[in-house]
């Protein structure tokens, strides 16, 4: 199994400018998430998806769409870039059941300039 | 939204230290977790807690469920360098899935 797999691992972006950042698991799990992590915030829930057709916002969901075709990928999209959005993006997996824990993948770095 | 108040931001310790963090909240939770960043990559779990008063170890990690189910905390024992990272808590509500971080605690150790 490779696990959680995000691509690209860095990326610059001019603003305005769009991109999907990519997120695949092959570990057959229903419940997939984005979180970005900024210096002493830790990490913050973007949107997440409880299985395939279903997503749903995080706390902090403005400037990002998702959507989940699949059970295995769940792709977050900047539809115009802004400096603000500059950090580094977390996506994670999980089984349904109760209390199994959440995998991360290796993150995407993303400056906005 | 619900926070999570992690303590201390940084600690520099010797090797062979024990380490002590932990997370309040105002909020009441379900779930508490454990998780260490290496640099460059995601975060790993180590330690998850469900019930309230629960006392888990693992290796030379110990980490308690608060009994007002509103903060946890985390001892390493017997420190060495690869215990260098950032360590996170995080809780869980009734809302499935949906994690809360606190900030983190860096952790240098020297040597």
């Known amino acids: 199994n490779a696990g959680v797999t995000q691509t690209p691992k860095f990326q610059v972006l001019k603003t305005g400018q769009s991109m999907t950042l990519q997120c695949a698991q092959d570990?057959?799990?229903?419940?997939m998430s984005w979180y970005r992590q900024d210096p002493g915030m830790g990490l913050r829930l973007i949107h997440y998806?409880?299985?395939?057709?279903?997503?749903d916002q995080g706390e902090v969901p403005n400037g990002y769409n998702v959507s989940r075709s699949t059970t295995e990928d769940f792709p977050l999209r900047l539809l115009s870039a802004a400096p603000s959005q500059t950090s580094v993006y977390f996506c994670?997996?999980?089984?349904?059941?109760?209390?199994?824990?959440?995998?991360f993948g290796p993150g995407t770095r993303l400056t906005v300039t | 939204g619900q926070q999570l108040n992690q303590s201390p931001q940084s600690m520099f310790i010797q090797e062979g230290e024990d380490v002590s963090m932990n997370c309040t909240s105002s909020?009441?939770?379900?779930?508490w977790l454990w998780y260490k960043q290496d640099p460059g990559e995601g975060p790993v779990l180590l330690i998850a807690l469900y019930k309230a008063g629960e006392l888990t170890s693992n290796g030379r990690l110990t980490a308690q469920f608060g009994i007002t189910r509103k903060d946890s905390f985390l001892n390493i024992s017997a420190s060495i360098p690869s215990d260098v990272g950032i360590y996170f808590c995080a809780a869980g509500g009734t809302s499935y899935g949906k994690l809360t971080f606190g900030q983190g605690t860096i952790l240098t150790v020297h040597p």
């Open positions: 994670a997996s999980k089984d349904r059941r109760e209390g199994r824990e959440q995998y």
């Open positions: 909020s009441i939770f379900n779930t």
């Open positions: 570990m057959n799990h229903e419940y």
């Open positions: 998806s409880v299985g395939a057709g279903i997503t």
